[in-house]
T-cell receptor
Framework: DAGVIQSPRHEVTEMGQEVTLRCKPISGHDYLFWYRQTMMRGLELLIYFNNNVPIDDSGMPEDRFSAKMPNASFSTLKIQPSEPRDSAVYFC???????????FGSGTRLTVV | SQQGEEDPQALSIQEGENATMNCSYKTSINNLQWYRQNSGRGLVHLIL?????REKHSGRLRVTLDTSKKSSSLLITASRAADTASYFC??????????FGKGTRLHILP
């Protein structure tokens, strides 16, 4: 298995633009998580899905953020409009089930200028 | 919050020495996990210990869990340069998510 695949690896965009981050989880993993990592806040859980259904989006900072999982092999995190304070590394992770370790992707480093 | 808090924030040791990192948390948990993150990379799962377990080993890693003290420790024996990384503990409760601490930055000196 190729692991959790995220794209793009790096994204630089201007304030106000729409940004879409993509994730392909490991086949057979029922859970998918989106995290954001910054120096100030560390790793923050944004949202997670179980069997493609959003379960907890309480970590999504604002309405500008949205996430979808149209099928078991694909998820997107969208920011519209983007702001400089959204600059961070965004990680996607998947897990087989509750009580199992997570497999993380390599992350997307987002810079909003 | 059930967020784990690692101690120390940073640690530098000589290659070959043992490294110990601690994690404390505030509420009851179902499991506690340790992850490693190399600079610029994603997190890698190291070991998971369940609330009814007290100790687990994986290669040079040893994890202990004391639920009465709400604390865990990660011991890396015979450290190597490749162990230089940040180490995070993450606590899992009855729901499906885990919450990460801020991490310990470990630097192995040659």
């Amino acid at each position: 298995d190729a692991g959790v695949i995220q794209s793009p690896r790096h994204e630089v965009t201007e304030m106000g633009q729409e940004v879409t981050l993509r994730c392909k989880p490991i086949s057979g993993h029922d859970y998918l998580f989106w995290y954001r990592q910054t120096m100030m806040r560390g790793l923050e859980l944004l949202i997670y899905f179980n069997n493609n259904v959003p379960i907890d989006d309480s970590g999504m900072p604002e309405d500008r953020f949205s996430a979808k999982m149209p099928n078991a092999s694909f998820s997107t995190l969208k920011i519209q409009p983007s702001e400089p304070r959204d600059s961070a590394v965004y990680f996607c992770a998947s897990s087989r089930a509750t009580g199992y370790g997570y497999t993380f992707g390599s992350g997307t480093r987002l810079t909003v200028v | 919050s059930q967020q784990g808090e690692e101690d120390p924030q940073a640690l530098s040791i000589q290659e070959g020495e043992n490294a110990t990192m601690n994690c404390s948390y505030k509420t009851s948990i179902n499991n506690l996990q340790w992850y490693r993150q190399n600079s610029g990379r994603g997190l890698v799962h190291l070991i998971l210990i369940r609330s009814n377990e007290r100790e687990k080993h994986s290669g040079r890693l040893r994890v202990t869990l004391d639920t009465s003290k709400k604390s865990s420790s990660l011991l890396i024996t015979a450290s190597r340069a490749a162990d230089t990384a940040s180490y995070f503990c993450a606590t899992g409760n009855r729901d499906d998510k885990i919450i990460f601490g801020k991490g310990t930055r470990l630097h192995i000196l040659p």
